[in-house]
């Protein structure tokens, strides 16, 4: 058996400890405590591995530390990262309107174009949490006439994602699968998923099903 097992790391909530950004003589650089300082330091030694990773920032609170906002977002973009939508206020999205929904996605959108010219494509939800009588308006709108799309919708768990080009896959409603737990196993979490993939090889390479579309767990 061969082939690779393409991982995408995802980063939710902005927060400083993924990135932020200090001083050093006249520049600005990533602290290298960070996430992002830890993936560049590895990328030197490693630069086979690529330096990628989406970032799903919200609108209150983005990569505290040195720097404006725009820079912060400009380094990220300018190395190659990505950044992700996280809706504005981190809401419970099942309880908005479809206005509050607009609004939600549309502010980080518009934030985002307005300081750097990126597009988002892809939104996060949070805690996992999609609208029952809106997921449209999460996927495509617009808030204050500027147009946004999500062509990929996150969950927050729990297994790992089909490929993006089998047919079976929903990318508006992707899973993902959680690194907490450090070396303490929670179910679903990275070390679960490691472990079950260890005892069932194949499935690294075509994740939950078997060529017979049985599935491997449970
Ligand atoms: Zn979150």
């Known amino acids: 058996m061969c082939g690779c ?24 650089v990533a602290n290298p405590k960070s996430a992002v300082g830890i993936m560049e330091e590895f990328y030197k030694e490693h ?20 720097g404006t906002v725009k820079e912060r977002l400009e380094y990220l973009i300018d190395k190659g990262f990505e950044i992700g939508n ?3 206020t981190h809401p419970y999205l099942n309880k908005s309107s479809s206005e509050e929904i607009k609004e939600e996605v549309g502010i980080v959108n518009n934030l985002v174009k307005e300081l750097t010219g990126y597009e988002i494509n892809s939104l996060a939800l949070p805690y996992g ?16 006439d500027v147009e946004y799309e999500n062509k990929i919708i996150l969950l927050v768990g729990a297994e790992p994602a089909l490929s993006s ?4 896959v929903n990318l508006q409603r992707l899973p993902r699968v959680r690194a907490t737990g450090g070396n303490k196993r ?5 070390y679960y998923w490691l472990d079950v ?7 690294k390479y075509t994740r939950l099903e078997n060529d017979s579309g049985d599935k491997l767990v449970d």
Request: glycine share 10%; net charge negative; hydrophobic share 30%.
């Open 129 to 144: 949490i999609s609208s029952k009588d809106y997921a449209d308006l999460l996927a495509k709108g617009s808030y204050k």
């Open 165 to 168: 080009n089998n047919e079976k």
């Open 86 to 88: 996280h809706t504005n």
């Open 197 to 203: 993939m260890d005892k069932n090889p194949k499935m």
């Open 47 to 66: 630069p086979d591995f690529g330096l990628n990773g989406t970032f799903y920032i919200n609108g209150t609170s983005i990569f505290s530390g040195k």
């Open 5 to 28: 097992t393409p991982i995408i790391l995802t980063f939710d909530d902005g927060t400083s400890g993924q990135f932020n950004l200090i001083e050093s003589g006249d520049q600005l």
């Open 186 to 190: 929670v179910d679903c979490d990275l």
